[in-house]
């Protein structure tokens, strides 16, 4: 009415999908700590899906086995709808075009993780150019923490209850009752 021109969209502009943001967090994650946990969730609030990426490393003797550290990284993140959990080997590359995506997300929590995580994410784009690697850093209070540091703690007798998940915790217990290997 009024000669206004009608605003509806074209059947083509309709059918325009805007691909998902999916973005890898590959890591051995063994075991899964609440920095890893604090990354993932920020990493949320930033992509549309992050794919927890374990790795199934055979260079490391890991405490935990990969279907362990899966089935525990999904049982963390069970009520996060945007969160998918998948073992990988080989190189992070070919998992980030079998998955349909060129986003690495990685956590830096001193200045010595830099070095490691530029050369890496520099190999990975010399490989693969598309590749984007995502730094994000954690929360001041998890800034030291990481999974050798808690297995090396949780095995000498400390608590290390408030640095994992709860279920990360009972599992670890159940590994290492009172800090000696079972």
Not at 23 to 51: E, K, Q, W
Not at 91 to 108: H, P, Q, S, Y
Not at 142 to 167: A, F, I, Q, T, W
């Amino acid at each position: 009415p009024g000669g206004a021109k009608s605003r509806r969209r074209s059947p083509k502009a309709a059918r325009i999908r805007v691909p998902m943001r999916i973005a890898v967090y590959p890591g051995s994650f063994d075991p899964m700590t609440n920095g890893h946990v604090d990354l993932v969730r920020r990493g949320c609030h930033i992509f549309d899906r992050v794919l927890v990426a374990v790795l199934c490393n055979t260079e490391k003797a890991p405490l935990f086995t990969v279907e362990e550290r899966v089935q525990m990284t999904r049982d963390v993140f069970r009520r996060e709808p945007k969160v998918k959990v998948k073992a990988f080997s080989g190189l992070l590359v070919d998992f980030l075009r079998a998955e349909k995506t060129n986003i690495v997300l990685r956590g830096l929590r001193v200045v010595s993780d830099f070095e490691y995580e530029f050369q890496m994410a520099l190999m990975n784009r010399r490989l693969d150019p598309e590749v984007e690697t995502v730094f994000l850093t954690p929360k001041e209070e998890l800034s030291y923490l990481s999974s050798r540091l808690v297995k090396e703690v949780h095995r000498l007798g400390g608590n290390v209850s408030e640095l994992v998940p709860s279920l990360v915790y009972r599992s670890l217990q159940k590994k290492l009752p009172n800090g000696k290997a079972t």
